[in-house]
């Protein structure tokens, strides 16, 4: 596979330093109005409590008398816990807004300056889904040339989800969604 003259890798870099700044800027954001908060410390030290709580319960071998009883407490600390990830996710809502809007923004402006421009060239055919995403804006009918709004969405996501874990921004919970559940 020859090199491809047009796609800059200058561009591509630019995009992914956009995408990494944004991202840091934005969590820098969320750290000064949500994370270092009391209200948000406490809701998130409850959902992590309740959450190893539900673990323990679910881990419990009871007999069949009482069987209803143990189904009752699983019950009554899950509905405990989904109502606290509610109020977690509620104490978010107003400054993720802000956060977003900042992303369009500069999203928007960041795509008028490489319209029309391959900043990447993927090794495979995205799926027809993808490549509303991945050839957007762009002239041909390449599938394989990548936008730049493709690259941005794909490093900021990345960016933001390790520095949230790094940091410990979300709540630490048992739950793997990779797992099927244990429904026993």
């Known amino acids: 596979m020859g090199y491809d003259s047009d796609i800059s890798l200058i561009d591509t870099l630019s995009v992914m330093a956009a995408a990494i700044f944004t991202a840091v800027l934005a969590e820098g954001l969320s750290w000064v109005l949500i994370y270092r908060t009391e209200d948000y410390k406490q809701i998130k030290k409850n959902v992590e409590t309740l959450s190893k709580q539900l673990e323990r319960e679910k881990?419990?071998?009871?007999?069949?008398?009482?069987?209803?009883?143990?189904?009752?407490?699983?019950s009554k600390t899950d509905s405990m816990l989904k109502n606290t990830s509610q109020q977690l996710n509620a104490s978010k809502m107003k400054s993720t807004m802000i956060i977003a809007l900042f992303m369009i923004a500069f999203m928007s402006t960041l795509s008028s300056?490489?319209?029309?421009?391959?900043?990447?060239?993927?090794?495979?055919?995205?799926?027809?889904?993808?490549?509303?995403?991945?050839?957007?804006?762009?002239?041909?009918?390449?599938?394989?040339?990548?936008?730049?709004?493709?690259?941005?969405?794909?490093?900021?996501?990345i960016v933001r989800n390790n520095i949230q874990k790094f940091f410990g921004f979300t709540p630490r919970t048992p739950f793997n969604m990779w797992e099927p559940p244990n429904y026993k």
């Open 59 to 74: 881990e419990k071998v009871v007999t069949a008398s009482k069987q209803k009883s143990q189904e009752k407490k699983i």
């Open 113 to 157: 300056t490489y319209h029309g421009v391959a900043v990447a060239k993927l090794p495979f055919t995205p799926i027809s889904m993808l490549q509303n995403i991945t050839h957007r804006n762009l002239p041909g009918d390449d599938s394989t040339d990548c936008s730049m709004i493709f690259i941005y969405l794909l490093m900021s996501f």
